[in-house]
């Protein structure tokens, strides 16, 4: 496969999910994403895919120019390789969508990947579902959301974000003019943290989209839902 997209020029889509090549696979795919100039999207969920081969993508997006969708959904990169693709990220310049669900990604991950969104100016959405960011992850994108101006989609489902977490990404939202979906499901946010989304929602007039279902929020009396309330009226100008 590796060897016919070094010379075929027509094909823009391969979906190889929930095979197993593994990090050989992925390293002989990469060595072809250097040459090809027409694939533009890349599917490789579900491939046993580690750092190694985390790694080789990565160098390989420092010179491919045609690559906009990279889904590698439910693998294993680690923090490791989620370094090596965010140092990617600063120099590519095409890269559109990049999917890391499930990838055992923890905050070292994240932070790499933040310091990346402060620099990339093409990633319009990316995808951290089911990983273990924790709150010090999401600090760490708050601050990238803070300059980011490209960024529309950020999915955090699932990655153990608190209070903290969430408040920190409500004060970068008061700020950031480009994010429309923000996914939270799954989370442990509370009263705090929602109030705190709820405040921020009250100045951002960008965000179409979040979702904070299976979190820790609680019914905290009729303050909160007036917070809420009012925040909802303010965004559709009643």
């Given at each position: 496969m590796?060897?016919a997209?070094k010379t ?7 979906n ?21 100039s027409?694939l ?9 895919i ?8 990565a ?9 906009t ?8 990169t680690?923090?490791?390789?989620a370094?090596?693709l ?9 890269l559109?969508?990049?999917?890391l ?30 990983n ?10 708050s ?13 955090l489902w699932?990655n153990?974000?608190?209070?903290n977490?969430a ?5 970068a ?23 705190a ?13 979040l979702n ?19 925040a ?7």
């Amino acid at each position: 496969m590796s060897e016919a997209l070094k010379t075929n020029t027509s094909l823009i889509t391969l979906n190889l999910q929930s095979n197993s090549i593994e990090d050989n696979g992925a390293q002989a795919l990469t060595e072809a994403l250097k040459a090809n100039s027409t694939l533009t999207t890349l599917y490789l969920q579900h491939n046993s895919i580690g750092f190694d081969g985390a790694l080789a993508l990565a160098e390989a997006l420092k010179t491919n120019s045609t690559l906009t969708t990279l889904d590698l959904q439910n693998n294993s990169t680690g923090d490791n390789g989620a370094q090596e693709l965010a140092e990617a990220l600063k120099t590519n310049a095409t890269l559109i969508t990049l999917d890391l669900w499930r990838n055992s990604i923890r905050s070292n991950g994240a932070q790499a990947l933040a310091a990346a969104l402060k620099i990339n100016v093409t990633l319009t959405a990316l995808y951290l579902q089911n990983n273990l960011i924790g709150d010090s992850g999401a600090l760490a994108l708050s601050e990238a959301l803070k300059t980011n101006s490209v960024l529309s989609t950020l999915d955090l489902w699932g990655n153990s974000i608190g209070d903290n977490g969430a408040q920190a990404l409500a004060e970068a939202l008061k700020t950031n003019s480009t994010l429309k979906i923000l996914d939270l499901q799954k989370n442990t946010i509370g009263d705090n943290g929602a109030l705190a989304l709820a405040e921020a929602l009250k100045i951002n007039s960008t965000l179409a989209n979040l979702n904070l279902w299976h979190n820790s929020i609680r019914d905290n009396g009729a303050w909160l839902q007036h917070q809420v309330s009012q925040a909802i009226a303010l965004r559709i100008g009643l």
